[in-house]
């Protein structure tokens, strides 16, 4: 793929890798052992790593997917590899030839905030075949783009009260912690790990963590949705510290059962 087309669709991109093989993501129709591959990765003009895979309609779908769980499982890799800026979460860029509606409905279901979709087309003149990259703005069911800011601007105001305090809490536990919006809902993830995510329907706020799920209730839903999040986040950052000592699960600290915050520092997640 010519890096001129890259860096113009991306807003710059200094490659510094090729052929990178996607072991350990799911590999969703492969066989046994097989993996997918990424085209290239580098760095856009903010110094964000950049991930890009490139497939036809369907194709592009399954190397999406992959390329999101393998940047997860490697984000720290990838960073140094690619000599990338860590305060930035590595995107994947899909570049799709001849997407079809099925697949842009598809691909509009994966995380918006780590997903740039570009569709291929091939300029043909008597001086040859230029590529020309044109970014796709994914759109959920309803017609809207798939991002967390159109999402929450679809809520009534109080609703979209609660959701900012929590995204604020959220903040102050990850401050690296990404949102992501599709359809009703909106998740929140630290690195592979899926702090909290928020659904509407029927006129409410629906809150699920791990396998619990409650309505949002405004006297002290953000509350418990933050100690949730809190405890996800403490789980998943034990178990990372377990690994790298090269421990097992036995050495994994037990998180107590009761509250994890006392009142003032509820109130400090939540900025009050």
């Not at 780590?114 to 230029?130: C, K, T």
């Not at 006129?203 to 418990?224: S, T």
């Not at 789980?235 to 009142?263: C, F, H, I, M, Q």
Request: hydrophobic share 45%; proline share 5%; aromatic share 2%.
């Amino acid at each position: 793929m010519p890096l001129d087309a890259l860096a113009a669709a991306l807003g710059g991109f200094e490659l510094r890798d090729e052929d990178l093989v996607l072991d350990r993501a799911p590999g969703i129709g492969l066989a046994a052992g097989a993996s997918r591959t990424a085209l290239c990765a580098g760095l856009d003009g903010e110094g964000r790593g950049i991930l890009v895979v490139r497939g036809g309609p369907r194709e592009a779908v399954l190397l999406a997917i992959d390329a999101l769980a393998w940047c997860d499982a490697r984000r720290a890799a990838l960073t140094r590899r690619l000599g990338a800026d860590p305060e930035l979460a590595a995107c994947v860029a899909v570049v799709v030839d001849d997407p079809d509606a099925e697949t842009l409905a598809a691909l509009a279901t994966l995380r918006a905030a780590d997903l740039r979709v570009f569709e291929a087309q091939n300029v043909r003149s008597s001086r040859g075949v230029q590529l020309d990259l044109t970014e796709v703005v994914l759109r959920g069911p309803d017609g809207e783009p798939s991002t967390p800011e159109h999402w929450e601007g679809r809520l009534d105001g109080a609703t979209r009260s609660l959701v900012e305090r929590v995204r604020a809490g959220i903040a102050r536990i990850d401050p690296d912690a990404r949102s992501a919006a599709s359809g009703r809902a909106i998740v929140w993830r630290s690195g592979s790990a899926r702090l909290v995510e928020l659904r509407t329907g029927a006129g409410k706020l629906e809150a699920r963590i791990r396998g619990e799920r409650f309505d949002l209730d405004p006297a002290d839903g953000v509350e418990r949705v933050l100690e949730g999040a809190l405890r996800v986040y403490l789980d998943t950052d034990a178990r990372n510290t377990g690994e790298d000592r090269g421990g097992g699960a036995e050495d994994v600290p037990l998180l107590p059962n009761g509250p994890l915050l006392s009142d003032d520092e509820l109130a400090a997640l939540r900025g009050d």
